[in-house]
């Protein structure tokens, strides 16, 4: 027996319908791994890293920082979360277990803090985490407990606290002041066994190189760069999600000359993704030419975005 298929918007990830910005996160949700466009050079960022973890001999002995640097929307959470679950799959074909800790919204948006304060913060929330998740010893957990907000205590035990099968991929928040911030993770916070990621989009090349010589004497992180859609990316990232749901949803595709607009006025992948989302959805709650002999037009594009205001 063959479902009916019915009209749908075919953009947003499997999951997370009704949040359709939600970057990629395949770590947690194992149908987003193959959702990934080769847009924004991440794919090469994405075999960078692999090449840098390398056997993970490393990660396992000194651990590592990985600085991801890029404009805002160019994907660069997408890119950590991708990194994330490759290296949580590494893990386990080695027989070990991979914890991500995920504390990139775990700092107060309404306070002004400090390096030190920030960091306190980030220690006090990857304890709670860690308990959560099952990852220390039970006399480790102890011995720390009252250490839990003091980064000069925690970090320099946290591999010893592990359970000897634990790996810790920890997504730090974005760094505030950046440079000095950076440099304060990396020598901290380093510890054999764990993996920690930030992101900024406010590195340039020079910011990055001034962070490697600041920690030349330390293991240097893993630096990898998102940039802006290229030529053909819009047209690549809207084909590969137009061919996904054929089977279960009726929509129309995209017209050339929407395509060519799109290539125009998107400069991020998260533009992109919102200009299609919003179109087709645009198009759909209004009932009329949502089949598969239609197309979404330059019309239907620039209705959408004078609703919000812009006029491509």
């Known amino acids: ?58 990660l ?10 890029g404009d805002s929307g160019c994907g660069k959470t997408a890119l950590v979360n991708r990194c994330a679950d490759w290296t949580v799959l590494e893990l386990r074909r080695r027989g070990m277990r ?16 400090s390096i030190h304060e920030r960091t306190v913060h980030v220690c006090d929330q990857l ?6 998740a099952r990852a220390m010893r039970q006399d480790a957990e102890e011995a720390l407990r009252g250490d839990r907000d003091n980064p000069q205590r925690i970090f320099p035990r ?41 992101e900024s989009a406010f590195f340039d090349p020079d910011d990055i190189a001034e962070v490697v010589r600041r920690l030349e004497s330390w293991v240097p992180p893993i630096t990898l760069l998102v940039g802006k859609l290229d030529d053909g990316d819009p047209e690549r990232f809207a084909d590969d999600r137009l061919v ?12 050339d000359e929407a395509v060519e607009l799109l290539s125009k006025i998107c400069q991020s992948v998260a533009m992109l993704q919102r200009i ?10 209004a009932g009329l030419s949502y089949t598969e002999a239609d197309l979404v037009t330059v019309d239907d594009i620039r209705a959408y975005l004078n609703g919000l205001g812009m006029h491509p």
């Open 127 to 132: 304890f709670d985490q860690l308990v959560d």
């Open 60 to 69: 396992l002995e000194d651990g590592r920082l990985v600085l991801v640097t």
């Open 98 to 113: 991979g914890v991500v800790v995920d504390l990139t919204g775990c700092l107060p948006e309404d306070e002004e803090l």
């Open 244 to 255: 996904r749901h054929t089977e279960v949803g009726i929509y129309p595709q995209l017209s």
């Open 158 to 198: 946290l591999s010893r606290a592990l359970n000897d099968d634990v790996v810790l991929v920890v997504l730090l928040p974005s760094p505030n002041e950046l440079l000095d911030e950076v440099v304060r993770y990396a020598r901290q916070l380093r510890s054999p066994r764990v993996l920690f990621f930030a």
């Open 276 to 285: 299609l989302h919003g179109t087709y959805e645009r198009k759909l709650e």
């Open 1 to 58: 027996m063959t479902t009916s298929r019915r009209p749908i918007n075919p953009f947003p990830l499997p999951g997370w319908e009704r949040t359709p910005m939600r970057p990629l996160r395949p770590w947690e949700r194992k149908g987003h791994r193959d959702y990934y466009v080769d847009v924004d050079g991440a794919a090469s960022a994405f075999q960078e890293f692999q090449q840098e973890i390398g056997d993970l001999t490393g």
